[in-house]
């Protein structure tokens, strides 16, 4: 008999927590093994459970060594972005295991030198097609040779980047063809049904890094960023968000109505100001 079968579930569970040094990811994996499995590991899913613990504290610590001294715009430690992002998936309806390895990862293609590849052997080919998708390509795949003015090119190269990335976007359809198109481009040959599954996931990771993305955005001495990032939500978010799931659609509403609140008052002040000069 293998000598870890000796031990009970609850045994293996403790053994488990003790792996871990963060209290955050062990309030992860609680909350994992409250919304997902709803409390009830047995020994029909407990492989599974174990399965996820090793992969998300994999990606876990490493995407943690990668942004530990990245700032973002707002000061906050881009990794604390990370761990946001997988709280909010873990708060929208019909959290899974996928889900959150995805949320974890989302930004390892982008922004770290982590690859499909690397993704797709250590992760499986549903979280790595998801992050891909999510995922802006390098914006120097986009230069315009023919652009002789260098920063002229640069600026076009990211602009057309962004509009090609939030094209996806626009409808339920536009973004599965989106997830097909990954998967046929790596030999992937997906069912309908996970093709549904994994453009449904993805979404909801886009979501929730939405939804912080805005939580954190005001910044008073940068009023057209905000505003920016307002408009740019109510175009490319919303729509898909009200057909997909309404829970994030109502979330990213609020979160875009305080902004909007804040910008009027903004506003306001500044034109008092302008008067009493």
């Given at each position: 008999?293998?000598?870890i079968?000796?031990?009970s ?6 053994a488990?927590w003790?792996?871990n040094?963060e209290?955050?990811?062990d309030?992860?994996l ?15 899913n407990i ?6 613990v ?5 990606i876990?610590?490493?995407?943690k060594?990668?942004?530990?001294d990245v ?12 761990r946001?992002v997988?709280?909010?998936v873990?708060?929208?309806p ?9 949320a ?12 499909f590849?690397w993704?797709?052997?250590d992760f ?13 390509k390098?914006?120097e795949n986009?230069?315009n ?5 260098i920063?002229?090119?640069n ?13 996806h976007?626009e409808?339920?359809?536009?973004f ?11 030999n ?8 549904i599954k994994?453009?449904l996931?993805a979404?909801?990771?886009?979501f929730a890094?939405r ?11 940068d009023?057209?960023q905000v505003?920016k990032?307002v408009?740019?939500?109510?175009k490319?978010?919303?729509?898909i968000?009200?057909n ?10 609020s979160l875009?109505?305080?902004l ?6 903004a506003?306001r002040?500044?034109e008092?100001i302008?008067?009493?000069d």
């Amino acid at each position: 008999m293998n000598t870890i079968e000796q031990y009970s579930l609850e045994n293996v569970l403790d053994a488990l927590w003790q792996l871990n040094h963060e209290k955050w990811v062990d309030k992860i994996l609680n909350s994992v093994k409250e919304k997902i499995f709803w409390n009830d590991l047995n020994s029909e899913n407990i492989d599974e459970f174990k399965k996820f613990v090793r992969e998300f504290t994999s990606i876990y610590y490493l995407m943690k060594a990668k942004f530990s001294d990245v700032e973002r715009s707002s000061w906050e430690r881009y990794f604390e972005h990370l761990r946001e992002v997988v709280n909010n998936v873990l708060t929208l309806p019909y959290p899974n295991t996928n889900k959150v390895l995805i949320a974890i990862a989302h930004d390892s293609i982008e922004d770290t030198n982590k690859t499909f590849e690397w993704l797709n052997e250590d992760f499986w080919y549903e979280v790595a097609i998801a992050v891909d998708a999510i995922s802006k390509k390098p914006w120097e795949n986009y230069i315009n040779q023919s652009i002789e003015n260098i920063s002229d090119r640069n600026k076009q190269a990211k602009i057309s980047r962004n509009t090609e990335y939030f094209w996806h976007l626009e409808t339920f359809e536009t973004f599965k063809n989106h997830v097909s198109n990954i998967a046929l481009s790596k030999n992937i040959v997906l069912s309908e049904e996970e093709l549904i599954k994994i453009t449904l996931d993805a979404l909801d990771v886009k979501f929730a890094d939405r939804i912080h993305n805005l939580s954190t955005q005001w910044d008073p001495n940068d009023l057209v960023q905000v505003r920016k990032k307002v408009n740019e939500t109510k175009k490319y978010f919303l729509e898909i968000a009200k057909n997909t799931n309404t829970n994030a659609y109502s979330k990213l509403q609020s979160l875009i109505l305080v902004l909007e609140i804040r910008l009027n008052n903004a506003n306001r002040n500044v034109e008092n100001i302008i008067q009493v000069d």
